[in-house]
């Protein structure tokens, strides 16, 4: 498979559950990036690996807990979730982390629901 | 701080009729300047990027915009409409000075048979 895969595509857990999101690029990037969309919002950037280190947190609250293991694989971790953070959760990768050069490749999402 | 302001949340254009959808920048440095389109529960496809070369930039599907400095506008533009460009499109901003990309709330395109 080519490009940036995420799995699970829909997503719906409770306010007390525990899951996790996942990401994969087969594109030899070295930075990844954690997005969250919500409707009639414009995209919030949430956080930012190059080369395996974490280099921006957008103040996201700590239920949300992101992993990288590798430069191609990025995980984000829910647990205790709110209603309000339902949304599409959106990978991207590039070559460097926010090289303004650079474009994005996005993978196709997660829809989460959180009842 | 750059940023990045869509100047039309809807657009509906006729199959076959020209397409604009406009967005204004502004920026300390030296932007770089990306559209994005996003169709029904798919991530963002990049369509076009302009990064201080030639003004006009040509993307995929007949897409194109041009870079006006002295607008700080980089407005995405198509001939001729097709039904399957209705979808979201997001004008996105990078500046040189703090590596940081913006996006804009986005466009809805629909397209009218």
């Known amino acids: 498979e080519t490009g940036v895969t995420q799995t699970p595509r829909h997503l719906v857990m409770g306010m007390t559950n525990k899951k996790s999101l996942k990401c994969e690029q087969h594109?030899?990037?070295?930075?990844m990036y954690w997005y969250k969309q919500s409707a009639k919002k414009p995209l919030e950037l949430m956080f930012v690996y190059n080369f395996k280190e974490q280099t921006e947190n957008n103040s996201v609250p700590s239920r949300f807990s992101p992993e990288c293991p590798n430069s191609s694989h990025l995980f984000l971790h829910l647990h205790t979730l709110q209603p309000e953070d339902s949304a599409l959760y959106l990978c991207a990768s590039s070559p460097e982390a926010l090289a303004t050069v650079y474009e994005q490749y996005f993978g196709p999402g997660t829809r989460l629901t959180v009842t | 701080a750059q940023s990045v302001t869509q100047l039309d949340s809807h657009v509906s254009v006729s199959e076959g009729t020209p397409v604009l959808l406009r967005c204004n920048y502004s920026?300390?440095?030296?932007?770089?300047l990306f559209w994005y389109v996003q169709h029904p529960n798919k991530g963002l496809q990049l369509l076009l990027k302009?990064?201080?070369?030639?003004?006009l930039v040509k993307g995929i599907n007949g897409f194109e915009a041009e870079f006006k400095k002295s607008e700080t506008s980089f407005h995405l533009t198509k001939p001729s409409a097709h039904m399957s460009d209705a979808a979201e499109y997001f004008c996105?901003?990078?500046?040189?000075?703090?590596?940081?990309?913006?996006f804009g709330a986005g466009t809805r395109l629909t397209v009218k048979p």
């Open positions: 302009y990064t201080s070369a030639a003004t």
């Open positions: 920026s300390s440095y030296s932007p770089s």
């Open positions: 594109l030899g990037h070295n930075a």
């Open positions: 996105v901003v990078s500046d040189l000075g703090n590596n940081d990309m913006r």
